[in-house]
């Protein structure tokens, strides 16, 4: 990859991190995550091989569909409430359609099978930046929104995520997918923890990307 790519491609996803943290307005969010979407691609098939391709497209198809949930459910919340603002998601359905979309962005089961997939077919500073820059953007969604979300909904796909990848981790010999069945239980922890504490959630999520990006770096 030359300088020109990588330096691009980091720039954008520094970018669309800032924008999602920053907004406050749906549509600014939504470019935000789609920046940081077209911004990772070069970087997970930058080897050219098979299976960097393969994850490369599942990575895109997963992070597509989640992308266009957020966008209907903002959509349908400002439809019926006439408000853009993500603080304002008063809306039922808008609110489970939501934390679907984020579910699938995080990785919390069912919706997790693209993410050790992915994971395995990238470079070690690739993922690193899959498991913890990435994750960035959906839980400050979900910071933002976490008086408006369905607890019952999100309880239900935490308590599976945590259960799913601690049975799912010890069956695995690979390096990378054992730390991306590791990613999902810590994203199920935190996601169950944001509806109560959000502050504690974040500190979660800041030890959590400190003690990843050690593995990673020692790897």
């Known amino acids: 990859m030359s300088p020109i790519t990588k330096f691009t491609s980091t720039t954008s996803l520094l970018l669309g991190t800032t924008i999602t943290i920053t907004s406050n307005h749906w549509m600014m969010a939504w470019t935000g995550l789609e920046i940081n ?10 080897s050219h091989h098979p299976r960097a391709i393969e994850a490369t497209t599942k990575y895109f198809l997963v992070q597509a569909a989640a992308s266009a949930l957020v966008l209907l ?21 808008s609110c489970n359609l939501l934390t679907t979309a984020i579910a699938i962005k995080l990785g919390l089961a069912p919706f997790h099978f693209w993410f050790p ?98 593995i990673f770096l020692a790897m």
């Open 37 to 46: 979407t077209l911004a990772i691609i070069p970087l997970i098939s930058k």
């Open 73 to 93: 459910s903002s959509m349908t919340n400002a439809w019926s409430t006439g408000q853009w603002d993500i603080t304002q998601l008063t809306h039922s359905p």
């Open 117 to 214: 997939e992915v994971l395995q077919g990238s470079s070690l500073t690739t993922a690193l930046l899959l498991s913890t820059l990435m994750k960035l953007p959906p839980i400050s969604i979900l910071l933002l929104t976490s008086h408006s979300l369905n607890p019952t909904l999100l309880t239900a796909l935490s308590v599976t995520s945590i259960a799913l990848s601690g049975w799912m981790g010890l069956n695995q010999t690979q390096t990378r997918k054992i730390l991306a069945f590791s990613s999902i239980s810590h994203m199920g922890w935190m996601a169950i923890i944001i509806i109560y504490h959000p502050k504690l959630s974040l500190l979660t999520f800041y030890i959590y990307t400190l003690m990843t990006a050690s």
